[in-house]
Nanobody, 118 residues
């Protein structure tokens, strides 16, 4: 699976931003798609995941209620709608995919930088 993330940018605290992750290369129905983020000096952090076949959205506590993960089957694209952004949400966001039954995300897109100013 090839993944390409986009949509990052510079916003102010309280603003919204939507990230996109375009997928290609394989049928995605057996995949779980996820968003991760990382800041310098910190480990990569799980943000959200979703079953491509539908259902099962899961969120990190830090974003629950503010972020929404979704996918568009027709466009083979996954989204991360981020509302009420906070400065601590500043990070490089990456999308990833893993097969159902596997614990390892083995397909990664390049990151997109989100910067939230206070």
């Amino acid at each position: 699976v090839q993944l390409q993330a986009s949509g990052g940018g510079l916003v102010q605290a309280g603003d919204s931003l939507r990230l996109s992750c375009a997928a290609s290369g394989r049928t995605l129905s057996n995949y779980i798609m996820g968003w991760f983020r990382q800041t310098p000096g910190k480990e990569r952090e799980f943000v959200a995941s979703i079953l491509w076949s539908g259902g099962g959205p899961s969120y990190a506590d830090s974003v629950k209620g503010r972020f929404t993960i979704s996918r568009d089957n027709a466009k083979n694209t996954m989204y991360l709608q981020m509302n009420s952004l906070k400065p601590e949400d500043t990070a490089v966001y990456s999308c990833a995919a893993r097969l159902r039954g596997s614990s390892t995300y083995n397909s990664w897109g390049q990151g997109t930088l989100v910067t939230v100013s206070s």
